[in-house]
Nanobody
Framework: QVQLVESGGGWVQAGGSLRVSCAAS????????MGWFRQAPGKQRDLVAS???????NYADSVRGRFTVSRDNAKNSVYLQMNSLKPEDTAVYYC??????????????WGQGTQVTVSS
């Protein structure tokens, strides 16, 4: 069984930085796209950033220039470096990945979520 485990997040003042990490574990044959979504209270879950296994990236307009997504294919991991954080970045951040496992074929998996809180 493949799972995604997140770490990082927490509380920071506006203008500060945080880094969240996510590692996939299990019987993995291949990981295609990896990325991060976020969900604020009362709002839908939205894409923050994604990265292909070739390194091509995509960002939401609201975070472009402030956030950087990266991955380490050898570690089956994806990272999100968040700089110049704003109160409106406060949300639960979810890691996601499109994983090919030997047992289940391709499936999109989600992490458990990690809280990021930015105070003004």
């Amino acid at each position: 069984q493949v799972q995604l485990v997140e770490s990082g997040g927490g509380w920071v003042q506006a203008g500060g930085s945080l880094r969240v990490s996510c590692a996939a574990s299990g019987n993995i044959a291949r990981i295609n796209e990896m990325g991060w979504f976020r969900q604020a209270p009362g709002k839908q879950r939205d894409l923050v950033a994604s990265i292909t296994n070739g390194g091509s990236t995509n960002y939401a307009d609201s975070v472009r220039g402030r956030f950087t997504v990266s991955r380490d294919n050898a570690k089956n991991s994806v990272y999100l470096q968040m700089n110049s954080l704003k109160p409106e970045d406060t949300a639960v951040y979810y890691c996601t990945a499109v994983v090919l496992s030997y047992q289940s074929g391709y499936q999109r998996l989600w992490g458990q979520g990690t809280q990021v809180t930015v105070s003004s």
